[in-house]
C-alpha cells in the first residue's frame, strides 16, 4: 500500500484474497499496455471482480496493493462504476438506464413497472435475495433506449412487455 493511505478494509478475521498466479501473469501482460500503472486499474479491477465475484474493500486492497497504487483510487474507481459489484452478487442484477434518451423513451414508467412487479424500490434486493435492481446513468446504448443491463446482457428498446417476458424468464412470477 502506498504510503499514507488509510486501509479500506476493516479488518476482520476471514483471510485477505489473494491472486492466483494466472491472474498475476494477466495483471502483468495488462501493465504492459498502459504508461502507468493506474492505466490497468479498471480491467485490473475486473479481473478481481471475475476471480472474487466482489469487489469489497479488502479486494481493493489487493488490486492497489498489487498495482502499487494509492487503495484510495481503487476505491474512487470501483465505487463510480456501475459494472463493479461491490456487494454480494445476486443472482439476476437488473440496471435500467434512466438516462437522458432512455427518460424520454419511458425509463422511468419501466422502472416504476419493474419495482411493482418485484415488490421493491431501486436500489434494492428482493426478499429472497436473488434480484437486485439499480437504476443507472447511460449504457451507451442510446440508440435503442430505453436501455436494460441484465448481468453481461444488454436488453434494448425495452417495453411492459418485453420486460415482464424478462422477469417470467428469471422466474418471477408476475
Ligand atoms: S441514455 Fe440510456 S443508454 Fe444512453
Redesign the pocket.
Known amino acids: 500500500m502506498a504510503d499514507e493511505d488509510p486501509p479500506l478494509a476493516s479488518g476482520g478475521t476471514s483471510p485477505a484474497p489473494a491472486f492466483g498466479e494466472k491472474t498475476l501473469q494477466e495483471i502483468e501482460e495488462l501493465r504492459t499496455k498502459y504508461p502507468t500503472a493506474r492505466g490497468a486499474l479498471l480491467p485490473t479491477l475486473w479481473l478481481a471482480q471475475r476471480d472474487f465475484g466482489q469487489v469489497t474493500p479488502e479486494v481493493m486492497e489487493l488490486v492497489a496493493d498489487t498495482l502499487g497504487v494509492p487503495a484510495c483510487q481503487a476505491l474512487t474507481a470501483a465505487t463510480f462504476y456501475t459494472l463493479y459489484q461491490r456487494d454480494k452478487p445476486p443472482e439476476h442484477k437488473l440496471q435500467l ?1 434512466t ?4 427518460m424520454l423513451y419511458g425509463a422511468y414508467d419501466l422502472l416504476h413497472f419493474l419495482e411493482d412487479a418485484l415488490g421493491i424500490k431501486a436500489g434494492q434486493y428482493t426478499e429472497d435475495g436473488r434480484i437486485y435492481l439499480e437504476e443507472v446513468e ?5 440508440g435503442t ?3 436494460m443491463q441484465v448481468g453481461d446482457r444488454y436488453v434494448e428498446s425495452l417495453t411492459q412487455e418485453s420486460a415482464l417476458a424478462l422477469l417470467q424468464e428469471i422466474g418471477v412470477s408476475v
Do not use: R
Not at 99 to 102: R, V
Not at 138 to 142: G, I, K, P, R
Open positions: 438506464c438516462n437522458i434518451s432512455c447511460c449504457l451507451a446504448s442510446c433506449a430505453p436501455t
